[in-house]
């Protein structure tokens, strides 16, 4: 019972200190010292070494490449102005009269585009308030729309999701972005629409009670939206990323002669890098088109521009591969193996402890890559043991764990949350509510929905 006591100490403290803006990279392996301390036995410095670091090094290369291709093309699509154009297209169309949708969908286009959160959160705020302004609709409620159409649907459950917590499962289960298709498109009608209507009644009952914008001070930098592209020019590298990734994926691949992986150096097989190529190339084709769609745009400074995209890939890397890190450490300790028989001993369904595992970790360090990654590297050999044994894919293995570990990670402490609340000028009491129940409860209850559909052998 010290083991445990150990490891829920370290957790705490990994929970509370990154709240509090410490580094995770820092944190991971001095907490993970604390709780092999406690746990005793453990030989300190053969374990970061021969474990944190080792499991670092393999997050690193399994995942580097598609955090780089990734940010690279988000960087492009936001400086070309892309990014605005598509999300004030869709705010045209839609008007004022639906800001709400407009502000989710808008969000979640440029998120299952590829464009970090970040980025999205900055592009997408100025369209809120001129369009929250015009409809007089309560300010507060920013933060809940972009963090609904960022933190769900189109990360997590939309099959092809280019996001990294889509794509790391790729790495233990031998799958694709596209994994488990008609369930994942099913979890994300049922997060959207519970998610708007949710957001809609608190819309009704702002209305009634006679609020309105309010009176705030919004921060806004004015852009010169004159010398912006043409939407059908902005989202056409989204949409080549999208066919080129599903061709690499199904067609262009698969038809290659890769039977040298099975020999030394590589030593691997196909369907362990089929996802990670067909998504890389895919990132690689999508920036050198918007390059060229924009060049005049790009063409200054092009270098500090692809250098910025380079550098925005690195703390996010750094920081899930230290959770990882810190997660396998963990799972050495004597004190882990209580976890595990409670993981597993809520169910023999493999779905069910995993979608647990996930959410839990992804609640505690407060990312859902770190959560997934920790799960999945602590646990993924057992889950695919029991899947085996109980017939279930590896495909729905891997979107019942994004879709669960899209859940708890949102808790108040999230770096994403605390983000978005900070560029809408906006605090937690305020607006976290709608945050919560757009981002943790729902898509809680879609995992639930979900699992209960795989196990019957219906939505694959």
Known sequence: M?????I?????????????????????????TLAALINGGVPLLATYTEVYMAQFATFAKNNFPLFLTGAVFGQLVDQSGSAKSI?????KKL?????????VLSTAVLVYGGVSLFVVAFTIY???????????????????????????????????????????????????????????????AIELTLGMSWLNLRLRKARVAGEGYGDHIDNITEVDESNLPGFVTAITPLLVFFICNLAFTYWIIPQMDTGYLASAPFNTKLSSVLGKWALILSLIIGSLLTIILHFNKLKDSMASKLSKGAMNALLPVVNTASEV????IIATLAGFEIFKQFFFGVSNNPLVTEAIASSAIAGITG??????????????????KLADASGISYDVLHRIAVIACGGFDSLP??????????????THKESYKDIGVCTVVIPTITVIIAIILATLGLGF
């Open 2 to 6: 010290l083991g445990v006591f150990g």
């Open 8 to 32: 829920i100490l370290s957790l705490g403290l990994l929970m509370y200190l990154a709240y509090k803006g410490h580094s995770v990279i820092l944190l991971a392996p001095l907490l993970a």
């Open 87 to 91: 999300a004030n297209f869709i705010g």
């Open 95 to 103: 008007g004022s009269d639906k800001a709400l949708l407009a502000v």
């Open 126 to 188: 100025p369209i809120g308030v001129a369009l929250f302004r015009a409809a007089d609709i309560p300010k507060r409620f920013i933060p809940g729309c972009i963090a609904f159409g960022a933190f769900t649907f189109a990360t997590y459950c939309i099959p092809g999701s280019p996001q990294i917590q889509n794509a790391i499962p790729m790495a233990y289960y031998g799958t694709t972005l596209y994994a488990a298709p008609v369930l994942g498109l099913v979890a994300a």
């Open 325 to 328: 890190g810190y997660g396998n």
């Open 367 to 384: 990312s859902a890559s770190g959560g997934i990654s920790i799960a999945l590297g602590a646990l993924s050999g057992d889950f695919m």
């Open 413 to 426: 402490h999230n770096g994403a949350v605390i983000t978005i609340l900070t560029i809408c000028g906006l």
